[in-house]
């Protein structure tokens, strides 16, 4: 079925490494986002992309950046990862980036910083 | 910044009964929406309200929204087991690039 994909599904990371959380979209939406779902605090916008080519800063995109090579992909990396990275990450997209675009989500990317 | 908030954090009822979630919000909003989330699974869209609109139904959806008390309220009726799930409220702020912002959400559990 159409949607959007991510992956890995879970992964345990050493504190200092890298690593890439991969997200596809088959759906041709313009914008997509990175969210992170900490227990207490919610969804918390980290990176956002409006069309391709460009991205944005969301409320807490400190330790993550983004690219958006084309429509389809949205990578996000964190480039030396902190026991404070440890959450649940959800890509999502929405056809567009006006205010009448609901979002649709990814099953999520469960990480663990070690 | 926590924009919307989801009143109760948890509630439990029995299948058969309604199910009402109320969200609470801060600024000026272009829209509303509502999200479940099953255990495990990413956020599906359930409903969006325009600030221009009072009242919305969908199925046994029913949400409501009062701009001068900025809140919101989500009915499910005649509940199911299945509607089992954390529900949450994000608002598109005034002035936030039409960027959403996700409350805490309330967990929801139907007992059988």
Not at chain 1, 93 to 110: A, E, I, K, V, W
Not at chain 2, 51 to 73: A, F, I, M, P, Y
Not at chain 2, 103 to 111: A, D, Q, R, W, Y
Request: aromatic content about 8%.
């Amino acid at each position: 079925t159409a949607g959007i994909t991510q992956a890995p599904t879970s992964q345990i990371l050493a504190a200092g490494r890298s690593m890439t959380l991969r997200c596809t979209q088959d759906m041709r939406h313009n914008a997509m986002y990175w969210y992170r779902q900490d227990l207490g605090l919610g969804l918390r916008l980290i990176h956002y992309s409006n069309t391709a080519g460009t991205t944005g800063k969301g409320e807490v995109p400190d330790g993550y950046s983004v690219s958006r090579a084309n429509t389809d992909d949205f990578p996000l990396t964190l480039a030396s990862a902190v026991p404070s990275q440890t959450s649940v990450y959800f890509c999502a997209s929405s056809p567009d980036s006006s205010y009448n675009s609901p979002l649709h989500f990814g099953n999520g990317t469960r990480l663990t910083v070690t | 910044s926590q924009q919307g908030e989801e009143d109760p954090q948890a509630l439990s009822i029995q299948e058969g009964e309604n199910a009402t979630m109320n969200c609470s919000y801060k600024t000026s909003i272009n829209n509303l929406q509502w999200y479940r989330q099953n255990s495990g699974r990413g956020l599906v869209h359930l409903i969006l309200i325009r600030s221009n609109e009072r009242e919305k139904h969908s199925g046994r959806l029913r949400v409501t929204l009062d701009t001068s008390k900025k809140s919101s309220s989500l009915l499910i009726t005649a509940s199911r087991a299945a509607d089992t799930a954390s529900y949450f409220c994000a608002t598109d702020a005034t002035g936030s690039n039409y960027k959403l912002t996700f409350g805490k959400g309330t967990l929801l559990t139907v007992n059988p």
